[in-house]
């Protein structure tokens, strides 16, 4: 007489159990770890900020410098011989990316000193400037040509 059982074992519901708790695992630390294609992703954020930099001195006919901080940046516009705050909010749509810092910028190839100002000209003409941009786990540079042009090297 054979006896046919309904349900599962004990030992195929861990089983079960155990493959569930593992594939949950790596789907956690894949979605709570920075990846590279992010911190490229905020690399190219502060890329175009530059780039945005630029075109709006050129477009405005005005002088815009910025101090450089690790993880911000403040710029001013000279028009019509007076100096003005830019609200970067206002030209451009997102915050500068968390946990990214600048660790050196250098402009015609000669770092930059402490207190020394970024500046884009209105004739749209720039100095070749370069950042190296970390977060701590990956590093790269964006290099900015001599038409305020900016990129991200990989």
């Known amino acids: 007489m054979s006896i046919k059982s309904k349900g599962f074992t004990l030992l195929e519901i861990l089983i079960v159990l155990a493959i569930v708790g ?3 695992a790596v789907v956690v630390l894949n979605v709570g770890a920075p990846s590279y294609a ?3 992703a905020n690399a ?3 890329s175009t900020t530059f780039g945005i930099l630029s075109d ?3 477009y405005t006919n005005s002088i815009i410098v910025c101090d450089m901080e690790t993880n911000s940046l403040s710029c001013k516009r000279y028009k019509n011989g007076s100096w003005t ?5 206002n030209i ?3 915050s500068w990316p968390q946990n990214l810092t600048i660790e050196q910028v250098y402009v015609n190839g000669a770092p930059l000193r402490q207190g020394e100002r970024i500046k884009f ?3 749209g003409d720039q100095a070749p400037m370069s950042f190296q941009v970390t977060d701590g786990r990956y590093t790269t540079w ?3 040509d001599l038409n305020g042009n900016f990129e991200v090297n990989n």
């Open 56 to 58: 709006q001195a050129a």
């Open 85 to 89: 705050d830019l609200n970067l909010q």
């Open 22 to 24: 593992i594939m949950s």
């Open 142 to 144: 964006i290099d900015g």
């Open 92 to 94: 451009i749509s997102w």
């Open 38 to 40: 992010t911190f490229m």
């Open 121 to 123: 000209l209105a004739t």
């Open 44 to 46: 190219r954020k502060i």
